[in-house]
């Protein structure tokens, strides 16, 4: 069946192609051209050969061209190809090398960096430590908080009783105060009224037969001793002569004269001296308690003078006056007397200021 | 007429002027008769009598002008109008001491009553001459020149410097060492006087060495002279922080701890606040103050005086406590608390206790401790009653709610807070809440104390918006307890069974 259709097709081409062959232009041109050349001695079948070549030499010739072409361009796809291939494994192989290289680095950076990772970690955690260590102990130490806060406690108790005993001092010193100058006071009193002491024919005004017991006052008449009034302030004159016996002694650290104002500390240990008012002069004559006194002590020193200006002027003006005054006038026969006022002043300030 | 009666004419017209001059003085010290004195005309008599050539007339006439100019203000211009003062000036530089001394007296009391009246003293040449008077020997011109030069220095900073460029500190330093004590308590006061305006004139009162001697005079007796030392080393060190470090290193203070305990309430007002100007620098100056036990005296201190003299203590407690949470728990420990307590009660001066709110909330803000501190003396009711109180100052409502709040945000102690959560406005409620929501969730005590004492019902009570920072502390703090007792403390919760009682069929 299948051999049948085939040779039918074969068939069916030598049809085609003998109509072809012989109904071509060119059979018709070689058909004259042969009748015009007079071809007709060829023999018949190589004239038929000759005007079928005719025909198909363009045909031939397209087709040969063809045929070349192709195989030229088959040639050249298979070169490119054959070089595409080639180039294809240079270029695997060259790539596949710098991946690795690359690949490479990376593994040895990622290792790297692990490493550092580590041994930043372990720096962490020691500098962790230290950190916290250093913080507790020096900076936010709590037990030296702790032990600065009790003695702070305990400095403030301290504190607090110190101030509590000096205040206590200050107030009994200061009652001391109050009692001496009372006391004195007192003194005085009594010195001033030294006339209404009690006699043996009639009871002072202080000791009347109806009472029990001598007032407190008349005790304190009994003991002051009378004293003329001088030159000097009185209440001076009582202090020194009158402050006798169970008077005194109660006061502990009594003080010399604390009843005239001080310039300096009224609570010293030391005597205090009765001030050097610029009116009155010193006198060479006072009692020796007081010269002994002024003469122990450091008197303070100061710019000023501790005598008039024009003390010089009177001393001479007064000695004058009194040889004047005397009748005989022989010095040497002159009897012995004692230094005047302004001879006394003289003397007493030259020798404080250490000229005799 | 014989030589004799003419002279005797003379005496009489002498005798008359120095009755006339003597007796005005006389008058002049009683308030009443100025007026009239002042209506008769006596200015410009005075000022003629002043160029009498008798001195003691001179100087009574003084002594009369400065005790009319010392008694009010129109005088004392009067005086000025009168021109007298230039004369004054001239005369001070010729004359004996006691003229120097009725002089200096009428500068002073001219130029005490304001800054203009000392600016015409300046103006006319007065503070050379005063200056001049430093020098003398005599101590009565001395301390009435000081005294003359303390009233023109302390109006304003230009008249202090105007006293200083006349060379007075070194006299004046030079006066401090004198044996008297009234020259000495003048001096200190011209100092302090001089030195509070600015820190210029404080450093110019130092370098003249005057620190040395104003704390060797902080053990002398005299009660007047303390005052004026201590005040004027309160103006020094109060400007920098290098003038009181050098006012610390002259090793006053043991010392002058203990003149925390003398007798005259200035005095100890003054000591307290030299240690106030000295503290409010830095801690480490306070540190020196704490470790001489100065805080302990100071609060006994508070305790023994009333009204404005304890203000200066208070504010030493406050600087204190807010340099360092150290130094504020030395000042817990030391039994700040319960005496700012006690001020607070006593005291009823809005400015007082707005200074002891600010104290209270400089001490307690540091951490929880400091908090608790406060808030167990009960500080924290009775610093709301006061922002609450409609009768307080703006001031003293503002440092209540700010020493409040900062003191909330620390606070862990649940029993003082528990009394501010009912009648609490809400911006002060918020960190109430705030504080019990960061508590309770971790302490199961303080949960049950919580529940009893009726503080979830309060807490249930409290209104809030929803979406507020308020409901999210309420809902943490709702978080904490079981549905059941949360919901049997919500309110109309009895209306709720009730209901359901109601509602409900017995089967």
Not at chain 2, 81 to 93: C, D, F, M, T, Y
Not at chain 2, 181 to 191: H, W
Not at chain 2, 309 to 329: C, D, K, Q, T, W
Not at chain 2, 436 to 446: E, G, H, Q, Y
Request: proline share 5%.
């Amino acid at each position: 069946m299948a051999e049948q259709l085939k040779i039918k097709s074969e068939v069916e081409e030598f049809k085609k192609e003998y109509f072809y062959r012989n109904s071509g232009a060119m059979t018709k041109a070689i058909k004259i051209s042969e009748a015009q050349l007079n071809l007709r001695h060829i023999e018949p079948t190589t004239k038929a050969t000759y005007f079928q070549a005719e025909e198909n030499r363009q045909r031939d010739y397209q087709a040969a061209n063809r045929i070349q072409s192709w195989f030229r361009a088959s040639k050249v796809r298979a070169y490119l190809s054959h070089l595409h291939k080639k180039a294809i494994i240079i270029q695997r192989i060259w790539r596949g090398f710098t991946a690795r290289a690359r690949f490479r680095q990376m593994v040895k950076a990622a290792y790297f960096i692990m490493k550092m990772n580590f041994y930043e970690a372990m720096a962490v955690r020691i500098q962790q430590r230290w950190r916290g260590f250093f913080v507790r102990k020096h900076i936010h130490n709590y037990y030296a908080r702790k032990s600065y806060l009790e003695g702070l406690s305990k400095k403030n108790e301290l504190v607090r009783m110190e101030l509590a005993e000096l205040e206590e001092l200050q107030k009994r010193e200061r009652h001391c105060v109050e009692m001496v100058k009372e006391q004195t006071a007192k003194v005085y009193q009594a010195h001033r009224l030294h006339h209404l002491l009690s006699t043996k024919q009639c009871p002072g005004v202080f000791n009347s037969p109806f009472r029990p017991a001598p007032h407190e006052m008349e005790i304190l008449l009994r003991q002051v001793k009378y004293q003329a009034p001088t030159r000097l302030d009185p209440r001076g004159r009582a202090c020194l002569m009158g402050m006798l016996g169970p008077t005194a002694p109660s006061f502990p650290g009594t003080l010399g004269s604390p009843w005239i104002k001080t310039t300096g500390t009224c609570c010293s240990s030391k005597p205090i001296l009765p001030p050097i008012s610029s009116k009155k002069q010193q006198g060479l004559f006072r009692k020796p308690g007081e010269v002994w006194e002024q003469r122990m002590l450091c008197p303070d020193l100061t710019l000023r003078l501790q005598t008039s200006y024009t003390h010089l002027e009177e001393a001479q003006n007064q000695l004058q006056h009194k040889y004047i005054r005397l009748p005989t006038g022989n010095i040497r026969n002159r009897k012995y007397a004692p230094p005047s006022e302004a001879q006394q002043q003289f003397l007493y300030s030259a020798s404080l200021r250490q000229e005799l | 007429m014989s030589q004799r009666q003419i002279i005797q004419v003379f005496e009489q017209y002498q005798k008359s002027r120095f009755q006339f001059v003597q007796t005005v003085s006389d008058l002049a010290l009683r308030p009443q008769n100025i007026e009239i004195l002042q209506n008769a005309g006596v200015m410009s008599l005075l000022r003629c009598l002043m160029l009498d050539v008798v001195p003691s007339i001179q100087q009574t006439a003084a002594l009369a002008l400065g005790r009319l100019a010392d008694h009010s203000d129109d005088l004392a211009e009067a005086v000025v109008k009168e021109g007298i003062l230039p004369q004054l000036v001239q005369s001070l530089a010729l004359k004996n001491r006691f003229y120097k001394k009725a002089a200096a007296f009428v500068l002073r009391s001219v130029a005490k009553h304001s800054p203009e009246l000392s600016q015409e003293v300046v103006a006319s040449g007065g503070v050379d001459a005063l200056v001049l008077c430093l020098e003398e020997f005599d101590p009565g011109v001395k301390e009435a020149a000081a005294w003359a030069l303390g009233y023109i220095a302390r109006h304003n900073a230009s008249l202090s410097q105007s006293v200083v460029d006349a060379g007075a500190v070194p006299l004046l330093v030079l006066c401090l060492l004198e044996p008297e004590i009234a020259l000495k308590r003048i001096a200190a006061s011209t100092l302090s006087d001089i030195s509070k305006h600015t820190p210029e004139l404080a450093q110019t009162v130092v370098d003249a060495g005057a620190i040395a001697h104003l704390a060797q005079m902080i053990l002398n007796p005299d009660a007047k002279l303390k005052r004026q030392v201590f005040s004027a080393l309160s103006q020094i060190s109060k400007h920098s922080v290098s003038l009181a470090e050098m006012v610390i290193e002259a090793d006053i203070f043991p010392a002058a701890v203990a003149c925390l305990k003398d007798p005259d309430d200035y005095v100890r007002k003054n000591v307290t606040t030299l240690m106030r100007e000295v503290v409010k620098h830095t801690p480490e100056l306070s540190q020196v103050i704490v470790n001489c036990g100065g805080m302990a005296t100071v609060i006994d201190y508070l305790g023994e005086c009333r009204g404005n003299l304890r203000l200066p203590g208070i504010m030493m407690l406050g600087y204190v406590a807010a340099h360092s949470e150290n130094l504020a728990m030395a000042v817990i420990l030391s039994k700040g608390v319960p005496q700012l307590a006690l001020c607070l009660s006593e005291e009823h001066e809005h400015h007082i206790k707005a200074a002891i709110a600010w104290s209270i909330g400089q001490i307690g803000h540091h951490t929880p401790e400091h908090a608790k501190a406060v808030a167990s003396s009960d500080l924290l009711v009775k610093l709301l009653e006061l922002y609450m109180d409609a009768s307080s100052s703006e001031d003293l409502q503002a440092k209540s709610k700010k020493a409040l709040k900062s003191i909330l945000q620390k606070c862990t102690y649940l029993p003082g807070l528990e009394p501010l959560l009912y009648d609490v406005p809400s911006n002060i409620l918020k960190y109430v809440v705030c504080q019990f929501s960061k508590v309770l969730p971790n302490d199961s005590k303080a949960r049950r104390l919580f529940v009893t004492s009726g503080g979830l019902k309060k807490v249930q009570e409290i209104d809030a918006e929803p979406g507020s920072p308020l409901q999210e502390y309420i809902n943490a703090i709702n978080s904490c307890f079981p549905e059941e007792i949360v919901r049997y403390y919500s309110p109309g919760y009895s209306e709720v069974l009730l209901k359901r009682l109601e509602n409900y069929q017995p089967a």
